[in-house]
Nanobody, 122 residues
């Protein structure tokens, strides 16, 4: 069973920054970040393939940057200019996938981390 371990969450003031990390026990085609705010459905934040293709939600473009270190099987999410509406549990996802017409498509086999809480509040 593959494992994903997230770290880097915490409390930050609006306008601040945080960097999330997710270390995987194996290598994967696609790695990404999702989030779930209280009372809301889980949503995709950003994803990245092993060759560096990225997708990101419109709500985070220009503020969040996803990157990965394939040698360390680790994906990062640099979050800048955080807003209260970014408050959520952030989950790492990793698995099979491919790119079709610039969009990252997840495969059937994928894994989830347990999540890390990000709270943006003054």
């Amino acid at each position: 069973q593959e494992q994903l371990v997230e770290s880097g969450g915490g409390l930050v003031q609006p306008g601040g920054s945080l960097r999330l990390s997710c270390a995987a026990s194996g290598s994967f085609d696609v790695m990404g970040w999702y989030r779930q705010a209280p009372g809301k459905q889980r949503e995709s934040v950003a994803s990245i393939t092993s060759d560096g293709t990225t997708n990101a939600a419109d709500s985070v473009k220009g503020r969040f940057t996803i990157s990965r270190d394939n040698a360390k099987n680790t994906v990062y999410l640099q979050m800048n200019n955080l807003k209260p509406e970014d408050t959520a549990v952030y989950y790492c996802r990793a698995g099979q996938g491919a790119v079709r017409f610039g969009r990252i498509i997840w495969g059937v086999l994928n894994y989830w981390g347990k999540g890390t809480l990000v709270t943006v509040s003054s």
